[in-house]
């Protein structure tokens, strides 16, 4: 097991505090925001605002909070924690029935935006990196054109209705 520290430590932006605590939060301030520039919306849940990202993984969702501003899901009351991981779970449910992968992986970060989200990215045989993480230049990486991603757009809207509850 490696335990060796980096080579050079990074410290937490000057600012983190604040933006935990939601100011400036670019997630707050998409409240339902029909592009958000790296993906469109497919609904509004009770509890999470569900966008279609732009990438080169096809099928790969963003889930986000759209309640107050919280950075942690230890920040919610027991209801909000049900609410929010069974819509995630609709969310992996839609992913699975559209884009068929062979696994979902569920990723609730923060460590750059601290608002609470998680991504699911399905994880297609011509994966490139199956057992390890997805790397992120396939997460980042040119999505596929515009008619190929409004099609998926368009039948993930209807999964969504069809994994309703």
């Known amino acids: 097991m490696n335990t060796a520290l980096p080579a050079a430590v990074v410290a ?3 600012d983190w505090a604040e933006r935990r605590a939601g100011r400036g939060c670019v997630m707050c301030a998409n409240d339902g925001t029909e592009d958000i520039g790296v993906g469109v919306l ?5 509890w999470v605002d569900t966008y279609l990202r732009r990438s080169r993984v096809r099928g790969y969702v963003m889930a986000i909070w759209s309640g107050r501003h919280v950075a942690e899901p230890t920040e919610l009351e027991p ?16 992913v699975e029935a ?3 992968p062979v696994k979902v992986n569920y990723e609730t970060l923060g460590n750059s935006v601290p608002h609470l989200h998680t991504h699911v990215i ?3 045989r011509e994966d490139p990196a199956p057992g390890g993480p997805m790397p992120a230049e396939w997460l980042d990486a040119a999505p596929c054109g515009e008619d190929e991603f409004s099609a998926d757009l368009a039948r993930v809207r209807a999964a969504w209705e069809h994994h309703a509850g």
């Open 79 to 94: 209801y909000e924690v049900a609410g929010y991981w069974t819509e995630v779970t609709r969310v992996g449910r839609v």
């Open 98 to 100: 559209v884009f068929g």
């Open 42 to 46: 497919v609904a509004r849940g009770t």
């Open 12 to 14: 937490w932006p000057s």
């Open 122 to 124: 399905p994880r297609h």
